[in-house]
């Protein structure tokens, strides 16, 4: 049973800094590329971050570029994202997403907060 568990939310001041994990069971976490996505309230989520088995390959939104870090590490089956300059526009629930034959994996989400 594929599992995915978000963790390393919460508030933070603009300008901070936090990073989230995601912990992956259930699926050969090494061979499945993997994304983060938010979603504010009442909005749909949207993909903020993806990359490929062995981090040769990343994308970033334009939203976040240049101050998130998707990494991972696949001896821990752990996904993480590393969040800098954050901004109140940044509060949101984050989520991890593995994607198979067109179905999405998600986990329960982790809150971020900016704010002062």
């Known amino acids: 049973q594929v599992q995915l568990v978000e963790s390393g939310g919460g508030w933070v001041q603009p300008g901070g800094s936090l990073r989230l994990s995601c912990v992956a069971s259930?699926?050969?976490?090494?061979?499945?590329?993997m994304r983060w996505y938010r979603q504010f309230p009442g909005k749909r989520r949207e993909l903020i971050a993806t990359?490929?088995?062995?981090?040769?390959?990343?994308w970033y939104g334009d939203q976040v570029k240049g101050r998130f870090t998707i990494s991972r590490d696949n001896a821990k089956n752990t996904l993480y994202l590393q969040m800098n300059s954050l901004k109140p526009d940044d509060t949101a629930v984050y989520y991890c997403?593995?994607?198979?034959?067109?179905?999405?994996?998600w986990g329960p989400g982790t809150q971020v907060t900016v704010s002062s």
């Open positions: 990359i490929s088995t062995v981090e040769v390959y990343t």
């Open positions: 259930g699926f050969t976490f090494s061979e499945s590329p």
């Open positions: 997403n593995r994607q198979q034959d067109s179905y999405d994996y």
